[in-house]
């Protein structure tokens, strides 16, 4: 698991900023294509265009606000996860130093 992790260290952040690039593209790209449709269709020149980039403007703000949020939970969650199996660690050791102790506690009582 560890050689996977450093092998993919780059692998979360260009995910991340994949997504980010798509909620900005994706509907800007396609407020561009349909206002500019509307706009021709029905003869009236920059309003559907001018509607339809406020919302995607919107959309864009709010994916990129919940991919955020979505990308810091889960480096909380890494973080707490690492934090929790390191604690563990060092119960273990204690754990076994205490054991050591009682067992060489044990041998000099019968010697």
């Known amino acids: 698991?560890?050689?996977?992790?450093k092998q993919s260290w780059w692998r979360e952040p260009l995910m991340f900023s994949a997504r980010m690039t798509g909620w900005v593209v994706v509907p800007v790209i396609i407020a561009l294509v349909g206002g500019s449709f509307l706009d021709v269709k029905l003869g009236t020149q920059p309003w559907f265009f001018l509607v339809f980039t406020l919302f995607a403007f919107l959309i864009s703000c709010l994916g990129i606000t919940r991919e955020v949020l979505r990308y810091n939970r889960r480096l909380i969650n890494q973080a707490l996860d690492e934090k929790r199996m390191k604690e563990e660690e060092e119960q273990k050791i204690i754990e076994e130093k205490n054991s050591k102790k009682k067992n060489d506690l044990n041998n000099r009582k019968y010697i």
Request: hydrophobic content about 20%; aromatic content about 0%.
């Open 1 to 5: 698991m560890k050689q996977e992790t």
